[in-house]
């Protein structure tokens, strides 16, 4: 009998927990590993949305349709770490919202994902506590997303495994043809198998090869507390993205913060403050809302915006795995990859998100594997 292949799995975030979750359940000796820098876990401070209407290149959003597809086959295994499909208005006030929300309803219709415009004074009777600064120009509706639980999810997918704590630093080959992992304290371990799933880390982790910086951008919600269920569905505005987020429960957030701290134009006390009072005049029949958890975290991006998923052609065994719209990817993604990476059996649909990355005049480029 051979012994399993073992992988090792770099990072604990949800991508990376998916995967580790079915490279367990598909016979291989896995070990986690993650740095455990807690502020610097996305998964932590996602909005979570789960969507394939936010996407209209047509790769990112078939990728996006299968994810949610996804979710819903494997929601009765998950328990509360299931995805609520509660469907998401997306709420268009201005000229810019008004053409993105036509671009998404257009794309999730014509793919067969489901989306509709809905007059304007169709969310009164949707969400009755919502109240708007000025009417909306037309209400996007996207019966199909839904939003989860983030830590759940990852608690759920590392369930029967140990994580280790320990930074990796740089992975190279070895003689014998398996992999070495060096740690920031000097130790090192070999390896059948590596996926780095290090979230904003996964540039920092030295390997052969050229590899594109990822774009890292700050990423902040707030949990809150509420005397009334504030939503029933995701509502995005182009002030505020609130969406429930358990009885009584709602979770903020809105790019510009983002962006503020982007340019370290705020604080967290004083973009949680802003975040708050913009639900408090939105939902002013609300009672308190109060905050409960306030979070900031990194939002990695890859360098030309599609995900990362595969095997390097530098350094054979040495898989990548980085996405934004992870919680969204990371059931599909962590199933594909597990199966690639034990049978080699590719799916077709990751094609265009292969880690071929070339040097190309001053920057790094991806080219077809
Ligand atoms: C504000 C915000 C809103 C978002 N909204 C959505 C949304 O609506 N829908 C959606 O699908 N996605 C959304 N996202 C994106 C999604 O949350 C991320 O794509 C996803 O969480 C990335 O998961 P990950 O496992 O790649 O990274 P992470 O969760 O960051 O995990 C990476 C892990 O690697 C560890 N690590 C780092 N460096 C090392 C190292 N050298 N060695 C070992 N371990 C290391 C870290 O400690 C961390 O635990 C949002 C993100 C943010 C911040």
Known sequence: MTAPVHVTVLGAGILGAATAHHLARQGARVSVIDADTR?????????ACV?????????????????????????????????????????ATDPDSL???EQRVNAAHSRGYGGELLPAGALRDREPHLRLDRPPLAVAWFPAD?????????????????????????????????????????????TDRVVNATGAGAADIEVPGPRPPLHVMPGFVVAADAARDLVTTVVRTPQLGIRPDGSRRALLHSHDIDSLFERDQTTVELA??????????????????????????????????????GESANLPGYYELSAHSGITLAPLLGRLLATEILTEIRDPIL???????????????????
């Open 39 to 47: 502020d610097a876990r996305s998964t932590t401070a996602s909005f």
């Open 51 to 91: 969507n394939g209407s936010a996407k209209t290149d047509p790769d990112l959003a078939a990728l996006n349709d299968r994810a949610v597809e996804e979710h819903r086959r494997i929601a009765h295994t998950l328990g509360p770490a299931a995805v609520r499909f509660t469907g998401q208005h997306f709420v």
């Open 99 to 101: 053409r993105i929300a």
């Open 146 to 190: 839904g939003w989860a639980d983030p830590e759940a999810l990852r608690t759920h997918f590392l369930t029967g495994l140990t994580t280790h704590h320990r930074k990796a630093i740089a992975i190279s080959p070895t003689r014998s043809g398996r992999l070495q992992i060096t740690f920031a304290d000097g130790d090192r371990t070999d």
């Open 272 to 309: 949680a403050e802003t975040l708050l009072n913009r639900a408090r005049r939105m939902f002013p029949d609300a009672g308190h809302i109060a905050p409960r958890r306030i979070t900031r975290g990194p939002r990695p991006i890859p360098a030309d915006g599609k995900p990362a998923i």
């Open 351 to 369: 094609s265009p998100f292969r880690p071929g990355w070339v040097c190309l005049g001053n920057g790094v480029r991806r080219e077809a594997l």
